[in-house]
């Protein structure tokens, strides 16, 4: 392991097999000797950056490896978020968000505003969930529901359909209660499902915390992918006011990192909303393919969230913004936590292709969909 000038640590390249460390920006190229691996061009730019003195607080340069993800900083040391404080910053982060969401389609961000303590609370909610007996879990059953809410059993879902089975148990919710309910007569219309709260006390608020909080999270990153399309900042406002957001906690066992079975925690897929945003704890496992299909591990880094782009993107913006296939295999030899939130649009919105993603060189390639059919045919899928 090696020490960022940031504190922060990483692991050495590996280049055995289909794996890699995950370059994560040109000081960790730099440290690790990625550019045995990075083309001419990006070896250019690599040697460009090792003289470039930059303070780590500010929004790295651009990322431009065909296979590295970049940590973008939302805010300033201080919490200000850069992109209020003014256009030109809104304009600089906004310009990496769409390097990132073009070439790459994950990228981490930092100083991002969900709390520690209540990241925290979240994952000993889920460790106090999982916890409890298959029977009491059962009762939750996630094929009980029209909605797709509740509790998935080990090796129930199956999100690689060249797999087995996924090692992981979940439990999802979407919005609860909002002032704005998912209309009734929407696709994935319909509550959560909750334990009572005498078996798991404080469950349900310290989940709901954790939601609100990453929605917020995903209701700041929006205008910045607007700008990033050059389209006005308000773009999706309009477009994502009902929170048609699924949050997942996931829990994965601890496997072999080569097991025969193809069973792994979670088998390669795309996301089915516009973005993800995962907090994973420090086990690592979660790895995602380049341009070249080779396996890239994204290693934890404290205090970071993961952002990831989807499916509703990918059709939405004519495939400009990548949505890049991803699985996890926890190795580690401990029990793995994570919690993904997949931010959609609301679930009546027409994804019809955005209007600065399309000419008569470039047609539409997707036809045009509601959202919530959208991600509902995605869920019959898995779940099937
Ligand atoms: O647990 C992880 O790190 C990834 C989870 C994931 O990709 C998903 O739930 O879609
Ligand atoms: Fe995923």
């Not at 007996?133 to 059962?138: A, F, G």
């Not at 090692?167 to 994935?188: Q, R, T």
Request: proline fraction near 7%.
């Amino acid at each position: 392991m090696g020490k960022l000038d940031n504190g922060i640590n990483f692991g050495e390249l590996d280049l055995e097999d289909d794996r890699n460390r995950l370059p994560l920006n040109p000081h960790l190229l730099r440290a690790s000797n990625a550019s045995s691996f990075a083309d001419a061009e990006d070896r250019e730019y690599i040697r460009a950056d090792t003289n470039h003195v930059r303070s780590f607080n500010k929004p790295q340069r651009k990322c431009r490896f065909k296979f590295s993800l970049c940590n973008i900083l939302l805010c300033d040391s201080d919490l200000t978020p850069a992109y209020s404080s003014s256009p030109e910053a809104r304009r600089e982060l906004a310009d990496l968000i769409r390097d990132a969401c073009v070439n790459v389609g994950f990228f981490y961000v930092s100083n991002h505003t969900i709390p520690e303590q209540v990241i925290n609370t979240a994952i000993d909610a889920a460790k106090r969930f999982f916890a409890l007996s298959t029977e009491e879990k059962m009762r939750l059953d996630i094929h009980a529901t029209t909605n797709y809410k509740g509790y998935t059993a080990l090796l129930a879902e199956n999100t690689d359909p060249n797999n087995a089975g996924d090692l992981h148990e979940g439990f999802d919710i979407g919005p609860e209660g909002s002032s704005d309910p998912v209309k009734m007569d929407a696709p994935m219309a319909g509550g959560n499902v909750w334990p009572p709260d005498e078996i798991i006390p404080g469950f349900k608020k310290d989940v709901l915390k954790y939601y609100e909080s990453a929605l917020n999270l995903g209701r700041t990153l929006s205008p910045l992918f607007a700008l990033a399309l050059d389209l006005e900042e308000d773009f999706f406002t309009d477009k994502t006011r009902n929170s048609a957001a699924i949050l997942r906690l996931l829990h994965y066992p601890p496997q072999e990192a080569k097991p025969a079975d193809k069973v792994i925690g979670i088998g390669a897929h795309t996301d089915y909303e516009c973005f993800t945003l995962l907090y994973q704890d420090a086990s690592g496992g979660l790895q995602v393919q380049n341009a070249d299909g080779r396996w890239i591990d994204a290693v934890p880094i404290p205090g970071t969230i993961v952002v990831n782009l989807g499916d509703q993107f990918a059709r939405w913006t004519n495939d400009t913004f990548k949505s890049t296939p991803h699985r996890a295999i926890n190795s580690s030899g401990s029990e793995r936590y994570s919690i993904p939130l997949f931010f959609g649009t609301d679930y009546e919105v027409l994804l019809e292709p955005i209007r600065t993603c399309v000419s008569e060189t470039n047609p539409p390639k997707y036809p045009v969909v509601k959202a919530g059919d959208y991600v509902r045919s995605r869920l019959e899928a898995t779940y099937q």
